[in-house]
């Protein structure tokens, strides 16, 4: 009885430990695109994985563990759709492990049994979602304890940047290693996951602008240009410029919040003069909240904006406004 090709690759993988496509084209005599194929419809199985990116791609087998064939057994079908929809780890070599994988992988490295921490996933996000309301977390109660002064009429958040225990979420992840590694299918990826929310605000209370807030750091792909050309958004888009000083400052190296404040309120300019009836402005993440309450200040002292100003940022804080410090 002939063995199949896929057969073959997982053979040839444990084995060698590792190939690339060429060593297994060679291996199999078969050419790249009947590879290809073998090579895609084993990683949609999870058989095998694969590190890197092209030209440098390498390909291992994928070691189940014990506990991992036991999991459909032990976690009810309600727990186990909740973590395939929520959880997402992105390893320290790179790898995304999502779902019930990278929960149990979570779970062994971390020495935890998976039945009782998959319980105690579900427990902990009962809490952080009792503060969601149609889809969005309201911020706006803790900036108003933050600042004298507050210029948005409503600040919302998409997501938590992490939770206790279990550390950043799938929207946290998909934030900072599509804003760190420069990774423009993250970064499509991450506005594809936050798109019908945004497009539910801008009906919700009938944005005709929207500016995105601008990085200070200059970087070869910027992470709000790419959202702001993928999201494709129904609204005017409304110039907000950075102003390159002789040092750049991100916001999140100042731990101080009036450092913070001084360096929104003279760094970021509002470069328009049309007048809109409700302006959104869009953040990544909010630290302290000043850069968004800064640029609601002079929206409304330039006059531009008859109605409300709406703050949203991809993720946020739980406690306070803690600093976000690696976004």
Do not use: H
């Amino acid at each position: 009885m002939k063995t199949k090709t896929a057969d073959k690759i997982v053979a040839y993988l444990k084995g060698k430990k590792q190939a690339t496509a060429k060593d297994l084209a060679d291996y199999l005599g078969i050419s790249r695109q009947a590879l290809f194929r073998q090579l895609a419809q084993l990683l949609n199985k999870g058989q095998i994985y694969k590190v890197g990116k092209p030209p440098k791609v390498f390909y291992f087998e994928k070691e189940i563990k014990e506990e991992e064939i036991k999991l459909g057994l032990e976690i009810d079908e309600i727990t186990k759709k909740f973590i395939e929809e929520k959880f997402l780890i992105i390893t320290p070599t790179g790898e995304r492990k999502e779902g019930l994988a990278g929960f149990t992988f979570w779970c062994q490295k971390t020495n935890q049994p998976i039945q009782k921490t998959a319980q105690e996933y579900m427990k902990t996000w009962e809490k952080y979602d009792s503060f969601r309301k149609d889809g969005l977390i309201d911020g706006l109660a803790k900036i108003k304890m933050t600042f004298s002064q507050v210029n948005l009429d409503d600040l919302f958040y998409l997501d938590f940047y992490s939770i206790e225990r279990f550390g950043k979420t799938k929207l946290g992840q998909l934030l900072l290693y599509a804003k760190q590694s420069q990774d423009k299918s993250l970064m499509k990826e991450l506005a594809a996951a936050i798109k019908p929310k945004v497009d539910k605000v801008i009906k919700k209370y009938k944005i005709d602008g929207v500016g995105f807030i601008p990085p200070t750091v200059k970087r070869e792909t910027q992470l709000m240009k790419e959202l702001e050309r993928n999201l494709q958004l129904n609204a005017r888009m409304i110039p907000i410029v950075k102003i390159m000083t002789e040092v750049a400052v991100p916001q999140k190296t100042l731990n101080k919040l009036e450092d913070r404040v001084e360096n929104a309120k003279k760094t970021i300019i509002v470069n328009d003069s049309k007048l809109y009836n409700n302006i959104l402005i869009i953040d990544d993440a909010v630290g302290s909240g000043a850069t968004l309450n800064e640029t609601a200040g002079q929206i409304k002292a330039k006059g531009i904006c008859r109605g409300k100003i709406i703050g949203l940022a991809i993720t946020g804080s739980f406690k306070g406004f803690d600093v976000i410090s690696e976004v």
